[in-house]
């Protein structure tokens, strides 16, 4: 029976290893994402800062292993961070033959004024290494973005750094 303890854990485990954010001067408030109450559609660029498998299963790559990273959200690709995702993946099965394996993944995004939470079951490879885009259901949020429904599409610029954008429902 799936439970919800361990998950909350790890996503707490994986905002605990996320780096600590720069105070921002007052100035800055305007370089955040806009809120969902002002606009449907929230852009935000991830650069990840690290990522690691919990062998919790089988010894090696296999069912019941987590995957957990951070990294941070910025206005713009290589911009100042404003925020913080983070992430946690529990492997539900592995083809070898493709070297892929299926995972149920929930993101957090979170800004001063509110978080965004993705939810998704998608196929990644094995080692790591996302090379394709994904699209995430919105199942929830924070602060502005209270109730937030919708759908996140991320776009992969780079091994380390990804556009994503939020189109919420209104």
Known sequence: MFQVKPILTLC???AALSPGLPAAAESDVADEPVSAADATRVVTYVRNARWER????NPGFSIGDIVVGSGDLSRRRGGVPRGTQSWSAVVNRIDPAIARELRTATVQYTWRRG???TEKIASFPINGGLNESIT???VGGTGDYAGARGVARLKVLNEREFRVVF???P
Not at 54 to 57: A, I, K, P
Request: net charge negative; hydrophobic share 55%.
């Open 12 to 14: 707490l485990l994986a």
């Open 54 to 57: 919990v062998d919790s299963g």
């Open 115 to 117: 978080s965004i939470l």
């Open 136 to 138: 995430y259901a919105v």
């Open 167 to 169: 189109d919420l429902q």
